[in-house]
Every structure is written in structure tokens, then in C-alpha cells.
């Protein structure tokens, strides 16, 4: 299979790089990271131990006929990315595994086939050529639009042949929705608090916050009709930072990197539907004020 990933950063060549060792995989993504595939190739530590060299580029290849295309864009860029995928809005089937609520609809506006998923692989970017894979975690996907049952068990199969345990949901937007509490509870916290996943479960304090997080963004989840167990949500969500305990969340990563976070699609997705269904979310509001003025603080120009 011919497969794009667009958007190569860590949890783009995490799956990228996997794929490569079966599948005709080109990365796209920034010239210092892909530089340094194409001349040492991609070397993944961690909970996989791998060394794999998957084709890279800084811009769709002219080229390129994928049959999968792997949106792995923060969310804030999912719109421009499918607007530069549009060539293959046709042809190809889109697998988002991205964070928040609204990426496939993005993606279905302009390609036909589409899947959604979720991961809790726990993965880190380590510098030019280098990831971490932190942390194991389930994959989970499902048709979003004009995706036949077979294409679906196929794309499973291919994971899971690549190492990528995948399973397959009929109520992917509930799905969204419990990976969306998970986010929710661990990636502000672990930013503000400048720490890793596992001492989010370790201190009292901040186990109690990311359960009160973790609740109140389940309920909403609720009463938006999702399908979800609030109980079992705040368990996932410490069971999750357990088993990444020495990941630095990804918006942890971005506050490194003096880069934009996800706040708004993360945190700001809950606030938006709470505000839908008629809920206030304080907790929420709380952690996303905080998480806007902190990277405000960076962002701005010195």
C-alpha cells in the first residue's frame, strides 16, 4: 500500500515509521526532521526499539498516489492540510488519529472516504530523526464517512500487522469523546505543572484535580450523547497517565518548543459543547484560561 503521512512529527512517525517496514510510507513534515530520516533513517527508542527508513519529504511529492492518507497535523491545521491533500480527496481513504472532536468533519468537507480514530500510544519527539515511543496504548477506529466495512478491516489488519494493536468501533464519535476526557484531564495539567504523566497519579493533588477534570469533562461527554461511563472515564484517564508515567504530554512538548498548543481543540472543545448542552465546566474554564495566558506568555514577541 501507498501511504502518506502528513504531517510527520512524533505521533505522525510513530505510525509512519511502523508502517514503512511493510507499506510504501512517505513522511512529509518539517526539513530538519525529515533531513535527518533520509540520511540516518527514523530511529524509534523506547517501548519499541526499532530502526526503519520510511521516505520523506518537505512537500507532497508530485507523484504520489497514496491509497491511505495519515492526517497528523496538530488540529488547528487540519483545514489547510486536507486544502493541500485535495488531489487525493477522491482516491484516497483519510485516517485522522488526532486530537479533539471536529477533524473529520474537516476532512469529509472535501475528501470522500473517511476514517476517525483514536490512539493512547504515549509518544515523545526527541530531536531530528528521533522519537520516543513513552508509552503503550490501544488504537481504536471506525468509518466517518463513505467507508465501507471492508475498508475498515483492512486498514485494522494493517496496523496490527505493523505492531499497532487496532480495534474496530461502530460509535466512533463516542470514542472521540472518552480520548477527548483523557486529553482533557492529563495534557493541561501536565503542562501547567511542568511535569510528566506519571506524577499527575503519583501527587495527591494533582491525581485529584485530573479526576475532577477528568468528571466533569465525562459529563459533558454525556449530555452531548456520547456513550460513555464517567467512573470508568476518570479510571482511564489515570490508568493512561500511569502507562505513559515518562511522557511529557504533548502540550507539555509544544510549551518546549515555544510552539501553539492544542488547548483550543482540547480543552476548548469541552467548553464550547458544555456551553451547547447548557452545562457550565469550571474546572475546565479554569485550566483554559491558565493554558491561553501561558502560551500567550510565549508566543508573544520579546
Not at 527508542?45 to 511529492?61: Q, S
Not at 509518544?123 to 477506529?141: C, F, K, N, Q, S
Not at 480495534?167 to 484531564?185: C, G, H, M, P, Q
Not at 482511564?236 to 502507562?243: D, E, P, Q, S
Request: positive net charge; proline residues 3%; charged residues 25%.
Amino acid at each position: 500500500m501507498e501511504i502518506l503521512v502528513f504531517g510527520a512529527g512524533s505521533m505522525g512517525s510513530f505510525f509512519g515509521g511502523l508502517l514503512s517496514v511493510r507499506h510504501d510510507v512517505t513522511l512529509i513534515g518539517r526539513k530538519d526532521h525529515m533531513d535527518a530520516v533520509r540520511t540516518h533513517g527514523l530511529r524509534i527508542t523506547g517501548k519499541t526499539v526499532r530502526l526503519v527508513r520510511p521516505r520523506t519529504a518537505t512537500r507532497i511529492p508530485t507523484r504520489a498516489s497514496p491509497d491511505l492518507v495519515i492526517v497528523a497535523t496538530k488540529s488547528y491545521d487540519t483545514a489547510a492540510a486536507v486544502q493541500s491533500l485535495r488531489a487525493f480527496a477522491r482516491t484516497a481513504v483519510f485516517l485522522t488519529l488526532q486530537n479533539g472532536l471536529d477533524n473529520a468533519d474537516i476532512l469529509a468537507r472535501t475528501a470522500t472516504r473517511v476514517v476517525a480514530g483514536t490512539t493512547a500510544h504515549g509518544v515523545m519527539y526527541l530531536g531530528p530523526g528521533e522519537i520516543r515511543h513513552a508509552g503503550l496504548g490501544d488504537t481504536t477506529i471506525g468509518a466517518w464517512n463513505e467507508v465501507g466495512e471492508d475498508a475498515v478491516v483492512r486498514l485494522r489488519d494493517i496496523l496490527d500487522e505493523a505492531g499497532i494493536r487496532t480495534r474496530i468501533t461502530a460509535d466512533i464519535r463516542s470514542e472521540l469523546w472518552a480520548k477527548l476526557v483523557v486529553n482533557a484531564a492529563i495534557n493541561p495539567l501536565g503542562a501547567l505543572a511542568a511535569v510528566p504523566n506519571g506524577r499527575l497519579v503519583q501527587d495527591p493533588d494533582l491525581r485529584r484535580l485530573l479526576d475532577d477534570v477528568a468528571r466533569e469533562t465525562a459529563s459533558v461527554a454525556r449530555a452531548a450523547g456520547a456513550l460513555v461511563d464517567v467512573d470508568d472515564l476518570v479510571r482511564r484517564a489515570r490508568l493512561v497517565a500511569r502507562r505513559t508515567a515518562a511522557n511529557r504530554a504533548s502540550m507539555l512538548q509544544d510549551l518546549d518548543r515555544g510552539h501553539r498548543t492544542e488547548i483550543d481543540a482540547i480543552t476548548g472543545a469541552v467548553l464550547r459543547e458544555a456551553e451547547r448542552v447548557g452545562m457550565q465546566a469550571p474546572v475546565n474554564r479554569v485550566l483554559f484560561a491558565l493554558m491561553k495566558a501561558r502560551e500567550a506568555a510565549l508566543l508573544q514577541p520579546r
